[in-house]
């Protein structure tokens, strides 16, 4: 179990960089699956991630996972869903055990993509703040992951 833990976190380091690469080029432009990309980048990506950072004590589920296709970035969706990972992570790294729970629904013409962990939760004024247009978060480290995250959802035309 050990091994195979090793070279799933060899795995997730080589794939993170590589796809981290590929984001910069801003004209790239796919179409792809969600359901498929969010499987296919758990296993290979944020499974190690989740394992690294949290010593196996996170559950990563899988829920309810709709095939929607997007068009856009695939590489930047990737990141924005790392981000939202290592948000998760983060807020339960106090926990003895967590749950990460990830999906996406199709409603209508949209796509509802959901990251729930059972951390603590963001006070409504931090939310508000977040929420905010603004390019940074008046130099708030932790915060510029979720700017890169709300700018992300802003290419793919959502809210």
């Not at 799933?8 to 981290?20: A, K, L």
């Not at 924005?80 to 998760?88: E, G, S, Y």
Request: glycine share 6%; with cysteine; charged share 25%.
């Amino acid at each position: 179990r050990h091994c195979l833990n090793c070279i799933r976190w060899i795995s997730g380091v080589y794939y993170r960089i590589h796809y981290f690469m590929e984001e910069n080029n801003n004209n790239l432009y796919e179409t792809f699956d969600v359901a498929e990309e969010l499987r296919d980048f758990i296993r290979n990506v944020v499974y190690s991630y989740v394992t690294e950072k949290s010593n196996a004590r996170i559950e990563i589920r899988l829920d309810r996972l709709d095939p929607a296709v997007l068009g856009g970035n695939r590489h930047r969706f990737r990141r924005m869903i790392f981000n939202l990972v290592m948000n998760a992570v983060d807020a339960m790294s106090h926990k003895k055990v967590g749950v990460l729970t990830i999906s996406d629904l199709v409603d209508g013409d949209s796509v509802i993509l959901r990251v729930r962990d059972i951390g603590a939760g963001i006070p409504t004024e931090k939310i508000e703040q977040l929420m905010t247009d603004k390019e940074s978060l008046d130099g708030e480290l932790n915060s510029l992951g979720f700017v890169f995250v709300r700018q992300t959802v802003a290419d793919f035309n959502g809210t």
